[in-house]
Structure formats: structure tokens, C-alpha cells
């Protein structure tokens, strides 16, 4: 029988929800951004994020592949927060493919500006090792959609399926 997180059990769990600044004076480190990212996937706060995503772009020096295992207590957590990294790879080589570094700066005016960044080496992220050795979950792991019902089969992420956890595609993409 699949187990459902709820809202509550994150909450409860790693307590750390929504008032940012007092989230980021607490633990202004990768894996404290980890965590972040996985409460709020699991209680649906998609604005929330992905401003910690781009929070998390924005720290050039916390590289993905440098990700500490957290080697999280918990399997069905932990397993969430082993496939957060593929989405934080997706989302940065988009943009450094496209020509923005991670570092460069949020206002980029005239050719100059653009010139020096055209000629920065393009460095993609990676996923750290770790993802690679946490198992899947023995029984399916629900995460509710927005409905609180289990997600469309159409909308479920392929990435999170690979772990036996049901959840939609989180929308990750910013800029």
C-alpha cells in the first residue's frame, strides 16, 4: 500500500517552513538549501521553490556535484532529497548553456557586460555521487498535487518515479 506525505508530517519533520529570511539565517549552507527545496515540494509551495533554487544558483561556490550526503535517518526523505539535485542540474546547465554563469551578475548592461560572459569557461553542474547509492523506496511514496490527490500519470516526474515516489514534475525552470 503506497504511503502519502502530508503537509503536516514535513512540517513536523524538519520544521522549516516559509519565512525565508529566518530560513536562510538558520542554515545558509547547501544542504540547509537541500532541505528547503524538500519541504517545499512536499507541501506544494512551488513559488517557494523555486526562489530557493535560484537562491542556490546564485551561491557560485556551492557546487552541485559538492552536495553533501545527508545521509538522511528517514529512506522516504532521504529519497526525495536525492533526486532534488537532478533538478538543480537541469535548471543551471539550462542557463549556463545559454550563456549565464552561475556569479554573473542580475543586471548585465551593454556589450561589454555580455563579451565578458561570453568569455567565462562554461562550467555545467553535476549530480554529487551520493544520489547514485540511495535506493529506492520498497513501497511507492505519494506526494499529493495541489488537489491532494495523487498526481496525473501525465504529470508525474520521471526522475522521482526511479525512486518509487509518485509526485508531479515540479516546475524548476527560472529566468
Known sequence: MPCVVSAEFACAT???????????AKGATPTASLYRMYEYLVVGYIIGLRTEIEYFFNQPSWAVSAIP???????????????????????FNRLIERGLPRGSP???AGNAAEEALRRRKVVLEAEPSWVAKVPPL???L???DQSNNAPEDAA???RF????IIAEEPHILFV
Open 14 to 24: 524538519t520544521g522549516i517552513l516559509y519565512n525565508s529570511d529566518h530560513l536562510r
Open 69 to 91: 550526503d545527508p545521509q538522511d535517518p528517514d529512506p522516504e526523505r532521504y529519497a526525495i532529497l536525492a533526486v532534488l539535485p537532478c533538478y538543480l542540474v537541469t535548471a
Open 106 to 108: 542580475a543586471i548585465i
Open 138 to 140: 520498497p513501497q511507492p
Open 142 to 144: 505519494i506526494i499529493p
Open 156 to 158: 508525474r516526474g520521471k
Open 161 to 164: 518515479l526511479k525512486m518509487n
